[in-house]
Structure formats: structure tokens, C-alpha cells
């Protein structure tokens, strides 16, 4: 899916992993696609930020919600614990992964999709073919987490007080002054 994601695209989704990875969560919502949309240069991050999304604020609001739902940091704990049940030490396999290829290299579980963030993705598609774009960029990502209709990412939405109708009308009036101002070939 990701080969069609514009190098932006990636890096939003690369920052969304390295979130959900700092915050010792073993999966990646909305949230953590949100907080990597803010944090990356793009059209989804000009916009959330002219909506007053800043990337503190995201990040605080979404770890206030998770705890309130009761979701906790376990760093994949018990995926580490089951590796060491039968004698296979990640923590030395960390070590020598960052001695080997740098710090940061390794990351284990690498954390997967939850439900609501691969409807997120699969939306982004979609939205990119309504707005017949091939590539698939960070304003897509943003308009599929908006369609999405549920998430964390909406929760943390609404506690800012950003409007997610208005910001989806920015963002596809965004996407038409830039395709405006596109060269026709």
C-alpha cells in the first residue's frame, strides 16, 4: 500500500511508529498517525497547525485519553516476556543491533495497525482516487483519519476545539489551490 505514499506521506508514517514507539505503546491508533501528520512538514501539518493543532498538544491530549481509557504503556512487554520464556533476550539483541547498526536500528515488536487506524489508511486511499491523485500524500492521510468517522485521533481533535468539518473543508480547499496552480501538461 505505502508504495504510492510521496516521500512526505512516508515520513508521516514512519513518525507515527517512532510515536507509538517513544510512548511504549505495541500498537499505532489514530493518535499516533495524527501526532505524525503534525510533526511533518506537508499539507496536513500546515493545516492542522492553522487550526491550532501543535505537536505538544496532540501528544499530551492523546496520552490524557489513553490513560483515561485505560490504555497503558507495556513497551511490548509481554511480547519480550514470551521471547524470554523460551531463553531469547532482546534486551541483548538490542545492544548488539545498536552496536552493530547504530542506536535506534533495532525496534522490537514493531508495533502493529489498530482497526480504526487501518480504516484510517484504507480511507486515505480512497480519498486520494476522489481527488484523482495517484501519489498519496499527507493531506490524504489527514482527510482518511477525518473520514474514519472514530478514533483517538478525533478525540484529540475535539479536545483542542478544532472543528473537524472546517478542518476538512481547509484542507480540500488546500488540495484545490495547489492543483490550481499545478502546470497542465
Same mark, same amino acid.
Given at each position: 500500500?505505502?508504495?504510492?505514499?510521496?516521500?512526505?506521506?512516508?515520513?508521516?508514517?514512519?513518525?507515527?511508529?517512532?510515536?507509538?514507539?517513544?510512548?511504549?505503546?505495541?500498537?499505532?491508533?489514530?493518535?499516533?498517525?495524527?501526532?505524525?501528520?503534525?510533526?511533518?512538514?506537508?499539507? !496536513?501539518?500546515?493545516?492542522?497547525?492553522?487550526?491550532?493543532?501543535?505537536?505538544?498538544?496532540?501528544?499530551?491530549?492523546?496520552?490524557?485519553?489513553?490513560?483515561?481509557?485505560?490504555?497503558?504503556?507495556?513497551?511490548?512487554?509481554?511480547?519480550?516476556?514470551?521471547?524470554?520464556?523460551?531463553?531469547?533476550?532482546? !534486551?541483548?539483541?538490542?545492544?548488539?543491533?545498536?552496536?552493530?547498526?547504530?542506536?535506534?536500528?533495532?525496534?522490537?515488536?514493531?508495533?502493529?495497525?489498530?482497526?480504526?487506524?487501518?480504516?484510517?489508511?484504507?480511507?486515505?486511499?480512497?480519498?486520494? !482516487?476522489?481527488?484523482?491523485?495517484?501519489?498519496?500524500?499527507?493531506?490524504?492521510?489527514?482527510?482518511?483519519?477525518? !473520514?474514519?468517522?472514530?478514533?483517538?485521533?478525533?478525540?484529540?481533535?475535539?479536545?483542542?476545539?478544532?472543528?473537524?468539518?472546517?478542518?476538512?473543508?481547509?484542507?480540500?480547499?488546500?488540495?484545490?489551490?495547489?492543483?490550481?496552480?499545478?502546470?497542465?501538461?
Amino acid at each position: 500500500m505505502f508504495d504510492r505514499f510521496t516521500e512526505l506521506a512516508k515520513r508521516a508514517v514512519v513518525a507515527s511508529q517512532d510515536v507509538a514507539i517513544s510512548l511504549g505503546h505495541d500498537f499505532i491508533g489514530t493518535e499516533h498517525m495524527l501526532i505524525g501528520l503534525v510533526q511533518t512538514a506537508g499539507t !496536513a501539518g500546515e493545516v492542522l497547525r492553522r487550526h491550532g493543532v501543535e505537536l505538544s498538544q496532540a501528544r499530551e491530549q492523546s496520552v490524557r485519553l489513553l490513560q483515561e481509557a485505560g490504555v497503558t504503556a507495556t513497551g511490548a512487554l509481554a511480547a519480550k516476556d514470551a521471547l524470554a520464556s523460551i531463553g531469547i533476550d532482546v !534486551a541483548e539483541i538490542q545492544r548488539r543491533a545498536d552496536d552493530t547498526f547504530g542506536p535506534g536500528a533495532f525496534h522490537f515488536p514493531r508495533p502493529a495497525y489498530t482497526p480504526e487506524a487501518k480504516k484510517a489508511l484504507e480511507l486515505t486511499v480512497r480519498e486520494a !482516487a476522489d481527488l484523482g491523485s495517484e501519489p498519496i500524500d499527507t493531506e490524504h492521510m489527514l482527510l482518511g483519519l477525518l !473520514a474514519a468517522g472514530e478514533g483517538i485521533a478525533l478525540q484529540v481533535l475535539a479536545a483542542l476545539g478544532v472543528d473537524t468539518a472546517a478542518l476538512r473543508r481547509d484542507v480540500l480547499d488546500q488540495v484545490a489551490r495547489q492543483s490550481s496552480a499545478e502546470p497542465q501538461t
